[in-house]
């Protein structure tokens, strides 16, 4: 399985019915392919939408329904259609159950790091900052190692997101979680051991006696 | 009200001004407004805006055309233009947060002087401003901001100025037509007074100075 759809389905399994819950480009955005059989979710897109739906067929796009990215969606019945500034209110209000985001790194206490690469890539914070000070619960969505370097790290060298940690970070390799400020190991990728998550981590990892593989 | 060419619209915009212009990555943007910017060579602008879209849409047409001197926005990524232009020093890019950027032009539009936040808090985005606490928690104070025209995007205009927006073109289209001395706006759609119900019209006509007309 390609390690994106393993990291979406993992994050799948942390919804609930009638969560409010947004999804970042990229990795995240592929949760919403996995949402348990039933299961009912609102999805919001924060340039003002909540009941995002795919992308429309060819031919039926429409220039004033798009997602965060700009390119067109459809919208779900039931949807809902709102300002920029009521958007984020929902998201700094305390009113959005969970954020899913990608990751440049993130450090051994939860804090991410994830706008931009001083000198590189600058493409602005867009509605990162809000979501992660905001979202009640916010994991990130990315894969373990970029060119063979963690992105899981003692320290963010990059410029921070936020200083408020993020609730869980899921791997290809694991799924970390950050309770009481220090990383602990509480799944495996499937067929990876916990030795292979640890040598492919420079932060520091309390691993528990069990530590269960993914179920996907 | 009062209705009025587009050539005549972008004609008022002198040199230098400060311009909101609403839309999301260029949806809900008055398109034919920044088109005419754009055939007038109106320069050395400040825009205000949610993001600078992408090269050929929205506002990227203003950044391809170097017309733009300052733009405070919160997203460049999708417009590798803006970067180019910052990177070498001809563009000045002010880049807040997304949430930060709607509530300051709010504020602007609605009385206040700023707005106290906790996103921003122990990044790069603190720096220079004043912290306050309250109940123990800390927050940035961000400023109000406010523009000399505010170029609106709408859905539907009555005759009267009355407009409603449509899914996710309204954005930040309702908000910047509160926080601007003059407000011109571009509609799809001018109708007759009394077409929109009191209860879609989502912005006042009194906060409409200028409607551009059907060509």
Redesign the interface.
Known sequence: MEPQIVIARRIAQELAPGMLVNLGIGIPTLVANYVPEGMHVFFQ?????IGTGTPPEEGMA?????????RPVT?LPGAC?????M??GL??GGHLDLTVLGGLQVDQEGHLANWMIPGK??????????LV??AKRVIIAMQHTAKGASKIVKRCSL?????RPVEMVVTELAVIGFANGTATLLGTGPGVSVGQVVAATEASLTVPKNVPEMQI | MQTISLERAVAMIPDGASLMIGG?????TPERIVDEIVRQNKRNLTVIA??T??PG?GIGKLIAAKLVHKAI??????NPET?RQ?TAGELKVE?V????L??RI?AGGYGLGGVL?????????EKGKQQIKIDGKTYLLEVALRADFALVHA?LVDYLGNLS???????????IAMAAATVIVDADNIVPIGVISPDHI?TPAPLVDYLVMNA
């Open positions: 897109s924060e340039n003002g939408l429409h220039p004033t329904l798009t997602d965060a990215g700009g919208a259609a709102f300002d920029s500034a958007s984020f998201i700094r890539m600058v493409p602005g914070m867009g509605g990162a900052m809000d000070t905001g410029p921070l997101t936020a200083t | 999301f990555m260029a949806t809900g949610n993001d879209a992408s849409r926005v919160s997203h460049i990524g999708l970067q910052m880049l947060p997304q949430g930060t709607v509530e709010r936040t906790q996103t921003g808090i122990g990044t790069t985005v859905f927006y449509a899914l996710t073109a309204r954005n930040f289209n309702p908000i989502v």
